[in-house]
């Protein structure tokens, strides 16, 4: 099973982090990504959740589905919240973990599923 310690692997791992480039960022983690979890699941980058909803990575097992949403570039806290919200409630999502550049204190669940957020300063220090 995918856990936060995973993703915070694969940051560590990963040489140079282009944080201004979301889209770059997910190109650099993607193999990271998928050396870490190569036997317990696929990892898909810009996968469809639902109607509008595409989320940067999804971790698929065989019977569960988890997401990450990478934000960098962190905008209001409530427009994130909102997001993160949306892709709660597709009933896609069994899990889901928001990357962030800034500390948004988000909540532990949403929706009915968990939701952990990482700091990209936490793992990098």
């Known amino acids: 099973m995918l856990t936060a310690a995973h993703i915070r692997a694969a940051l560590m791992k990963a040489t140079a982090l282009p944080l201004e480039d979301e889209k770059r960022l ?3 983690l993607l193999p990271e990504f998928e050396a ?4 317990s699941c696929d990892v898909v980058r810009e996968y469809r959740i639902g109607p509008g ?16 949403e990478l934000k960098t ?4 806290k409530r427009a994130v919240l909102r997001q993160v919200e949306r ?3 597709t009933g896609t999502l069994d899990h889901l973990f928001v990357l962030t550049a800034t500390a948004l204190g988000l909540p532990r669940e949403l929706a ?14």
Not at 57 to 68: E, K, Q, S
Not at 73 to 76: D, G, K, L
């Open 112 to 125: 009915g599923i968990g939701v952990d957020e990482i700091s990209l300063g936490e793992v990098l220090l």
């Open 87 to 89: 892709y709660a409630q």
């Open 53 to 68: 909803s595409i989320i940067d990575f999804a971790f698929i097992g065989r019977d569960w589905v988890y997401g990450l």
């Open 36 to 39: 870490q979890v190569s036997l």
């Open 73 to 76: 570039r962190t905008r209001a």
């Open 26 to 28: 997910q190109e650099v």
